[in-house]
Structure formats: structure tokens, C-alpha cells
Nanobody, 115 residues
Framework: QVQLVESGGGLVQPGGSLRLSCAASGFIFSLYTMNWYRQAPGKQRELVASITRGGSSDYTDSWKGRFTISRDNAKNTVYLQMNSLKPEDTAVYYC?????????WGQGTQVTVSS
């Protein structure tokens, strides 16, 4: 049974940091490109960051320089370190695993940036 379980979300003040984790099971994690998406209220889901099975990372411009994606294949886990958080970063953050046409999604974790 495939599972992607996100954790680490919560309420944080502007300028603060959070680290999201996504624990994967039920598939060969090391073969998959792992992605973090987000969906803000009233908006479409959008890609934040990706990391290939080889460890190469890429970011959507809006988050480049503030967010860092990483993975630990030994722990079947992908992370998103989020720094200098802004109110506009408020969204549900989703973990995604992709291999060719196969894709899995987690349930999401809420991040709220507010004073």
C-alpha cells in the first residue's frame, strides 16, 4: 500500500522557519522524483520544488533562495526546509512522488504564516 505522510506544518510567525517531512512507503522511493506542491486558499495547486532520484533539485522562482528540498533515501523521506516565511506562503503543502506516468500524493499539511 502506497503512503506519503506529510508532517511538520503548523502556525509560524512571519520571518520564521519550518521543516516539512514526507515519509514514503509502499514503493521504491529511490527511483522516484519527489516534489512539493502547495495550494493556497482559492488558488490552484502549484509546484514548489523538485528533487530527482539523483539528488538534483529545482525550484519555482517564487521560492528559490528561501526553500530547500532534500531527500534521505535510507529513510524514504523527503524534506522541505522553509525559511523567511511570509504570510503569502500560507497554504496546504503536498508531497508528490513521480516516476514516468506514475504519481502518488500525500494528504497535505497546513502551513499558516501569521502574526
Amino acid at each position: 500500500q502506497v503512503q506519503l505522510v506529510e508532517s511538520g506544518g503548523g502556525l509560524v510567525q512571519p520571518g520564521g522557519s519550518l521543516r516539512l517531512s514526507c515519509a514514503a512507503s509502499g514503493f521504491i522511493f529511490s527511483l522516484y522524483t519527489m516534489n512539493w506542491y502547495r495550494q493556497a486558499p482559492g488558488k490552484q495547486r502549484e509546484l514548489v520544488a523538485s528533487i530527482t532520484r539523483g539528488g538534483s533539485s529545482d525550484y519555482t522562482d517564487s521560492w528559490k533562495g528561501r526553500f530547500t528540498i532534500s531527500r534521505d533515501n535510507a529513510k524514504n523521506t523527503v524534506y522541505l526546509q522553509m525559511n523567511s516565511l511570509k504570510p503569502e506562503d500560507t497554504a496546504v503543502y503536498y508531497c508528490n512522488a513521480r516516476f514516468n506516468s506514475i504519481a502518488f500524493w500525500g494528504q497535505g499539511t497546513q502551513v499558516t504564516v501569521s502574526s
